[in-house]
């Protein structure tokens, strides 16, 4: 079965500093995969997608990057943290063949920043 | 694009009665239909979904129903339990969008009061 692990379940980092997420997936080739993040008490907001390793797609201007080094790994990264990107971050992959299938989320990383 | 429209945005019901979430989208197009239930600090999971050729689709207390001439879709949750108090999230994917991106609408904080 397809399992999808996300780390760290949580961060506090302070403005200004770096960040790097890393989400991976096992069970399954080829997946579509999804970063999003998620404001307290609010809905889901897509910040990238990926379709293959190095097809990275940005769907919300922002000072953060992702980047799909292997197959089933996708890594959200920032050079300098704002206090606006605190949030639950949450990478979800779905089959990269069939448009029918539901997306899976990880446990998700809740971020803080000082 | 695809956009999904969610109400209500609060919904607050008595132990044993009946909870209905309803969803509209405006892309005629789109032919998968998931709902995902997000408890307090953890990752939305997938309850229930229907595609576009099911009318109704059932699972225990669980049901979705799609009426795709009117563009809107309702979970229905019978003999509400405490355990149901969670956000749920329904969506909609229209079959072209690149990465099968998933759109989402702004969720329902379903409250049950035992």
């Known amino acids: 079965s397809q399992t999808i692990h996300q780390w760290p379940a949580t961060l506090v980092q302070p403005v200004g500093s770096p960040l790097s997420l890393e989400c991976t997936v096992e069970g399954t080739s080829n997946p579509n995969l999804y970063w999003y993040r998620q404001a307290a008490g609010r809905g889901l907001q897509l910040l990238f997608y990926?379709?293959?390793?190095?097809?990275i797609s940005s769907e919300v201007p922002q000072n953060l990057s992702a980047s799909r080094p292997q197959d089933r790994q996708f890594i959200l990264s920032s050079k300098k943290l704002l206090l606006s990107d605190s949030g639950f971050y949450l990478c979800?992959?779905?089959?990269?063949?069939?448009?029918?299938?539901?997306?899976?989320f990880g446990d998700g990383t809740r971020l803080s920043i000082l | 694009g695809e956009n999904v429209e969610q109400h209500p945005s609060t919904l607050s019901v008595q132990e044993g009665d009946s909870a209905v979430i309803k969803c509209t989208y405006s892309d005629s197009a789109s032919n998968y239909f998931p709902w995902y239930k997000q408890e307090l600090g953890k990752r939305p999971q997938l309850i229930i979904d229907?595609?576009?050729?099911?009318g109704e689709k059932k699972d225990q207390r669980i049901a979705v129903t799609l009426n795709k001439t009117a563009k809107h879709f309702s979970l229905h949750i019978t003999e509400t339990q405490p355990e149901d108090s969670a956000v749920y999230f329904c969506a909609a994917r229209p079959p072209y969008t690149g990465g099968f991106k998933t759109i989402f609408g702004a969720g329902t904080r379903l409250f049950v009061k035992a």
């Open positions: 229907i595609r576009s050729n099911v």
């Open positions: 990926s379709v293959g390793i190095g097809q």
């Open positions: 979800a992959w779905s089959s990269g063949q069939k448009g029918d299938q539901p997306q899976h």
